[in-house]
T-cell receptor
Framework: GAVVSQHPSRVICKSGTSVKIECRSL??????MFWYRQFPKQSLMLMATSNEGSKATYEQGVEKDKFLINHASLTLSTLTVTSAHPEDSSFYIC?????????????FGAGTRLSVL | KNQVEQSPQSLIILEGKNCTLQ??????????LRWYKQDTGRGPVSLTIMTFSENTKSNGRYTATLDADTKQSSLHITASQLSDSASYIC???????????????FGTGTLLAVQP
């Protein structure tokens, strides 16, 4: 299947700093990528939809100034957690969408574990 | 309200045994249903994807079924292995009216532990 690379896999930062997470589709072009957040023992929660060349679409309750998304190319989307606080500690997962046989299939990255001290 | 419910919440089985995980959904309009395997601390990996017209699909030791009338799906794992220990997530895709975007609705997952 298609490969989505997410980096870094784990990051520990001090409160107040900003953290950037990269999501790359390695062998296909993705006009749409998605960013999810997952708390322990809970399902993935969609944060925002990242569209190449345009502004991201945020889900209700997600602060766009807090979670900056940039989708500068067809293979790269970045999520920047600005002025991170301990409550932002979570598992962040990106996915990239590829059309196949009339069905849109999302391939997920391996996730980024963010710990804010 | 679009929802996906899975059962059981967690399951422990012995290596070599079979098991079946359940998924009920109330998603409309329905586009397709997917089963993902998520290892601890990793992203989900797709196992199967089924559209409205498909009622079964296999991927190795994994077999998924879909009953679009009752809005139920199951994932059957045959001859379980220790490496099958993971969370299994049922995801239903809803078609947005007038658009090509399919929104994914995630179940909360079934945590499977396979013991030697």
């Amino acid at each position: 299947g298609a490969v989505v690379s997410q980096h870094p896999s784990r990051v520990i930062c001090k409160s107040g700093t900003s953290v950037k997470i990269e999501c790359r589709s390695l062998d296909f072009q993705a006009t749409t990528m998605f960013w999810y957040r997952q708390f322990p023992k809970q399902s993935l929660m969609l944060m925002a939809t990242s569209n190449e060349g345009s502004k991201a679409t945020y889900e209700q309750g997600v602060e766009k100034d807090k979670f900056l998304i940039n989708h500068a190319s067809l293979t790269l989307s970045t999520l920047t957690v600005t002025s991170a606080h301990p409550e932002d500690s979570s598992f962040y997962i990106c996915s990239a969408r590829m059309a196949s046989g009339g069905i849109n299939i999302q391939y997920f990255g391996a996730g980024t574990r963010l710990s804010v001290l | 309200k679009n929802q996906v419910e899975q059962s059981p919440q967690s399951l422990i089985i012995l290596e070599g045994k079979n098991c079946t995980l359940q998924c009920n959904y109330t998603v409309s309009p329905f586009s397709n249903l997917r089963w993902y395997k998520q290892d601890t601390g990793r992203g989900p990996v797709s196992l199967t994807i089924m559209t409205f017209s498909e009622n079964t699909k296999s991927n190795g030791r994994y077999t998924a079924t879909l009953d679009a009338d009752t809005k139920q799906s199951s994932l059957h794992i045959t001859a379980s292995q220790l490496s099958d220990s993971a969370s299994y997530i049922c995801v239903v895709s809803a078609m947005n009216y007038g658009g090509a975007t399919n929104k994914l609705i995630f179940g909360t997952g079934t945590l499977l532990a396979v013991q030697p």
